[in-house]
């Protein structure tokens, strides 16, 4: 599952950042899931969840994800490519797009009725 290796400064570093990435794509996939939940929360409570996970915490676990890509590259042997990073980035902007679009239906959802 993990893979460490040691750079010339003799740190250990994690090969891949696994845990991040699995949370980047939790949030897209929690994100998604939401719309179909609506009718099992009912009202604003699946938008709100959705906007939480999608917009807010797709971008944190992006931040995690990016620190730990970041402490893996130090090591000066370092020659993996960028199809990981670039596949998480565009995890967490769908994510963020549909914590967007929760948004929107929460707004409209808490607006209807004044």
């Known amino acids: 599952w993990r893979q460490m290796t040691t750079g010339e400064s003799g740190v250990w570093a994690e090969a891949r950042p696994a845990v991040p ?19 099992v ?7 709100l969840v959705g906007f939480g996970v999608g917009a807010v915490l797709g971008f ?6 990016a620190e ?4 893996r590259q130090v090591p000066s ?6 199809s990981t990073r ?14 967007i679009v929760h948004a ?3 707004g409209l959802e808490t607006t209807r009725h004044l």
């Open 68 to 71: 730990a890509d970041n402490r």
């Open 21 to 39: 990435t699995i949370g980047v794509c939790a949030a897209l996939l929690v994100a998604a899931l939401m719309f179909r939940a609506n009718g």
């Open 60 to 65: 944190a676990a992006l931040g995690w994800f």
């Open 104 to 106: 929107y239906f929460l």
């Open 86 to 99: 670039r596949f998480v980035c565009g995890a967490a902007v769908a994510a963020w797009a549909l914590g």
């Open 77 to 82: 042997r370092y020659r993996g490519g960028s």
């Open 41 to 47: 929360f009912g009202g604003p409570v699946s938008n």
